[in-house]
């Protein structure tokens, strides 16, 4: 019983948070918003009206992939995997995970809300390769690592499509464990 009122009392302070949370980001506090919200500002996205548009979230309104679609990803762990929407695929899937971990049990463990990497995959590309290698395409797509390196813009930068400025690294650290 003491565990039950224990989860009553933190849920309680918990969704006090998601509801100031939700008034900041105009939709239900989820990561999947949280994650478009907070890309969409440092990124300068423009998002899509309604969340629920198929295969992608926006576009980005400025710098050298101004006008291209993007569909963002906020995962807890980058394990590798990759949530892949073929019907209206995006230019772009630009993924902020939280720290690099192996698939495997969430027994005992914890998926916080924090940013350690963020990734920028040109799509057309990696589902052509993804296919060339025979891997199934859909939710948790498998994706090695090298192209999780190479798609890397933050903390590393190795994909020059997109370079950060001092104000966007700094706004990302701020999501930081």
Known sequence: MEELKTIADLLSRRNEIDRELSSIINRPCQRGHLGEFIA?????IGL??????KGNDG???????SGKTVNIKF???????????????????????G?????KSSRGDSRP??????????MRKLVDSLKKRGIKIGIAASVAKAYWSDAEIFPRSKNS?????????????????
């Open 40 to 44: 969409s500002k440092i990124f300068n």
């Open 48 to 53: 899509a009206y309604s969340a629920t548009t």
């Open 59 to 65: 576009i980005f309104l400025d710098g050298p992939l």
């Open 75 to 97: 995962y807890g762990k980058q394990e590798g995997i990759l949530d892949i929407e073929l019907a209206n695929l995006a230019d772009y899937y630009l993924v902020l995970t």
């Open 99 to 103: 720290p690099k971990s192996p698939p």
């Open 113 to 122: 809300l924090i940013i350690s990497n963020v990734y920028l995959f040109n």
């Open 161 to 177: 499509l997109l370079e950060l400025d001092t104000q966007q690294i700094k706004l990302l650290k701020l999501f930081g464990s």
